[in-house]
């Protein structure tokens, strides 16, 4: 399966064994999604549990939150994550707290998909990687897979979560994996390992990260599409770095992160968004927080740059190969 | 399958005897595969609504709000009281414009399918909406579209090259490569820069108008969005504000019936019009024929005398029929039927303003067929001179340090720093 598939296979099975699932947003229903990821859902389990929204996105999680409050688990497709803002106020002061501030008298059990980041052409307005807002946020979970297993896996799992859920999809690898080389050609899933998807429900739980490369020479932080385009860089350059998939954001892998960085010594992280209070700033100081007697090297951070996404020089924005050898080069260097 | 939700919750208490709830999900009439039958619409004829005064109060209004101004009856002839009576050389500009329109936009659909640039978005068949409001405005009031005017910039004399080049992001883009195709910015042609973010530019055409009520100036705003788009938060805060401040503005709802794949029975169609949503909020409220250029232009020049005689903003509902697909990126026959563009009923607004100025005698069907020639080619022409200043990807765009320009008005000491790096980094690795 691809990532797409993946998807829609999560959400097909958690609607077929729990009937409180109920997915809506704009475009999901009847045409699946713009991206066909709830392609079917509508024929199969009804227009009561699948249907178009009005463009509103404060409305499609306001609405979420009351049906959540009914006993029901939304799963609301924001149709891309730059577009997530108009919903912000429902999420961060209503969904977040609901369970803090009513003593658990009543939770608001959504997960909230939506596609994100760049690389795709798609200006500023569709590329953007806002999940280090909702980590600011105490109360959502942020979860970001890069594979087609852990996409499935860990949607399932979020659905099943009772805790509201920002699942934020790297739209640049629904259809396969990204090396970050614009001028190739692009890679589907097929023959992946991580594409190999049961069909069934299985659950890759929340708060776990994977080690996607073991290694011994440095240690990268990334998530998402950068995932791969990491892996591609470490193999052109032939060393041999520990690739951690983090999976989740918050919750957290903090152990993993720990055993890592203490067994290489060097800390790399790299994340597609603007990098002031970018999620790698907090992911660097929890690592000089906890590991700062086993670092031998300052702590290197790839990142977009703190401008919009620029439309044309997107594969400059973007943390491509060139930017991560050189960061790779530098932290190996002493 | 069960057409209802099943839940634990709320299971006890509900009582026994009571007939179940129903959730009413819409559907559109047609879907592909069906026949598209409009017959059943209410389309009054021209010339049937009343015109009331510019600066009458919207309560006495209100059958506006749910009729349909029409200016163009079946034969071509302008009729009634909404009649703007043009003279033939601006019909004829009208027509121009709203030709020249489409032909621009058929080449960059084709420049899109060619690989020349990542996206772009056709306004086919709805023309008359921002062609006709752009011959109602003074050049100078402020327009702030979305992304399916690019009518007004062409109404208002924008070079079309400069709007290639913006398709194409190339070095000749006066944004420098950082917008989406077709979201244009153009100050000096009144033109506000557009947002991929749906309905923003609403609360902000208030804003403005508020600013240049409060400066007493005589400029005034028009916005434009669609009726999917009316489900926004925006859109509210946008009316809310309007009314209280009788603000000299213009709030058009294009109603193309579409919203990518929704119809607009998701964002209310079902149970009222878009225009009465004016009526809640104490403001004017119009509904006309988006497809008749005559009714658009009459509308808006009302709209915009209102405004100016500060009797306050004014809700128009351009009742119109998306041709093409939402965008490159969409499959129309994935979700409505195949022939409802050729059913609509409200016909083709070019054709319509056509056969009205053959019927006037001022036009005849080889000038227009000579007209469509002549615009093929300037599109072509334009697009081969836009061309040599680059196309998407083909490493003709700004330098590559112009990406941390105008972040803020001087840069600091971060993005220089970034910017430095970045150029150091692709030195190192020899580009
Ligand atoms: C805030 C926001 N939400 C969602 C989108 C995605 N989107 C882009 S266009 C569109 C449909 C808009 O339909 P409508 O307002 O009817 O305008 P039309 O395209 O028909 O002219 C959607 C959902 C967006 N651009 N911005």
């Known amino acids: ?334 | 399958m069960s057409d209802r939700i099943d839940s634990d919750a709320g299971r006890e208490e509900a009582g026994r005897n009571l007939p179940p709830l129903r959730l009413h999900v819409p559907e559109p009439k047609f879907r592909p595969g069906d026949s598209a039958d409009f017959s059943d619409f209410d389309i009054p004829p021209a010339g049937a609504q009343a015109r009331p005064d510019e600066t009458a109060q919207p309560a006495g209004m209100r059958d506006l709000a749910y009729g349909l101004v029409r200016v163009l009856d079946e034969e071509g002839a302008a009729v009634g009281p909404w009649d703007p009576k043009l003279p033939p050389e601006m019909l004829l500009k009208m027509l121009r414009n709203m030709a020249l329109t489409r032909a621009f936009d058929a080449r960059m659909f084709r420049a899109q399918r060619q690989g020349k640039t990542s996206f772009y978005m056709k306004s086919t068949g709805e023309e008359a909406v921002s062609i006709g409001a752009a011959a109602a405005l003074a050049s100078d009031d402020m327009c702030f579209p979305s992304y399916r005017q690019q009518g007004i910039l062409i109404a208002r004399g924008w070079p079309i090259v400069d709007m290639m080049n913006q398709i194409y992001s190339n070095k000749g883009d006066r944004l420098k490569g950082r917008q989406l195709p077709i979201m244009y910015s153009a100050r000096d042609a009144g033109f506000f820069s557009i947002s991929g973010n749906l309905t923003t530019q609403y609360p902000q055409a208030v804003g403005w108008a508020m600013a240049s009520a409060a400066r007493g100036d005589t400029r005034i705003a028009a916005t434009w969005c669609g009726e999917g788009s009316t489900a926004e938060g925006d859109f509210h805060s946008a009316c809310t504000f309007a009314s209280v401040y009788r603000a000299p503005v213009i709030m058009n709802v294009v109603n193309n019936q579409w919203a990518i794949s929704s119809f607009s029975g998701f964002a209310g169609a079902e149970a009222t019009t878009f225009a009465a949503r004016a009526i809640g909020y104490g403001i004017a409220g119009l509904r006309v024929d988006g497809n008749d250029a005559l009714a658009v232009y009459a509308a808006t020049r009302w709209a915009a005398d209102r405004a100016r005689a500060n009797a306050g903003p004014t809700l128009i509902e351009h009742f119109t029929y998306r041709v093409e697909g939402h965008s490159t990126s969409d499959d129309p026959g994935a979700y409505r039927s195949a022939d409802e563009a050729s059913h609509w009923p409200l016909g083709d607004p070019i054709a319509r303003l056509r056969k009205h100025c053959i019927a006037l005698g001022i036009w005849d069907e080889e000038r227009h067929a000579a007209m469509d020639r002549e615009l093929a080619e300037m599109v072509r022409d334009a697009a081969r001179e836009a061309e040599k200043n680059g196309i998407l990807g083909h490493g003709l765009h700004h330098p590559m340090e112009s990406m941390f320009e105008d972040v803020f008005e001087e840069m600091p000491w971060h993005l220089r720093e970034q910017q430095q790096k970045m150029l150091d980094e692709w030195k190192a690795a020899g580009l």
Request: hydrophobic letters at 40%.
């Open chain 1, 1 to 334: 399966m691809n990532m797409i598939q993946a998807i829609n296979s999560a959400l097909d099975v958690m609607m077929g064994r729990d009937p409180a699932v109920v997915v809506m947003g704009e475009d999901v229903g009847y045409f699946g999604g713009v991206f066909r990821a709830t392609a079917g859902l509508q024929q199969k389990y009804g227009k009561n549990r699948v249907f178009d929204t009005p463009i509103t996105e404060c409305g499609i999680i306001g609405v979420a939150v009351g049906m959540g409050a009914y006993g029901l688990r939304p799963v609301p497709e924001i149709q891309f994550a730059d577009y997530i803002y108009p919903a912000l106020d429902q999420l961060v002061s209503e969904a977040a707290r609901l369970r803090y501030r009513s003593a658990g008298e009543f939770i608001s059990p959504m997960t909230v998909r939506s596609p994100f980041g760049g690389g795709i052409f798609g200006g500023q307005t569709h590329s953007q990687s806002p999940e280090g807002i909702f980590t600011h946020v105490s109360g959502v979970k942020t979860v970001i897979p890069s594979t087609p297993y852990d996409a499935k896996g860990l949607l399932i799992a979020a659905i099943e979560d009772n805790d509201p859920v920002i699942f934020f999809e790297p739209k640049r690898i629904y259809n396969g994996p990204f090396d970050g080389h614009y001028d190739t050609p692009a890679r589907s899933w097929a023959g992946h390992a991580q594409a190999q998807v049961p069909t069934g429900h299985y659950r890759v739980p929340l708060g776990e990260a994977r080690v996607a490369r073991a290694g011994e020479a440095l240690t990268v932080l990334c998530y998402g599409t950068m995932v791969h385009v990491v892996e591609n860089s470490v193999a052109e350059m032939g060393v041999d770095a520990e690739i951690l998939d983090l999976r989740t954001l918050v919750p957290l892998d903090i152990e993993a992160i720990e055993r890592s960085v203490r067994k290489t010594g060097r800390c790399m992280i790299v994340h597609e968004a603007t990098r002031t209070s970018g999620f790698g700033a907090e992911l660097s100081a929890l690592v000089q927080e906890r590991c700062f007697y086993h670092l031998e090297a300052p702590i290197e951070r790839v990142t977009g740059f703190d401008t919009p996404y620029p439309h044309s020089l997107e594969w400059a924005y973007f943390p491509g190969p060139v930017r991560i050898r050189e960061a790779i080069n530098k932290i190996l260097k002493d």
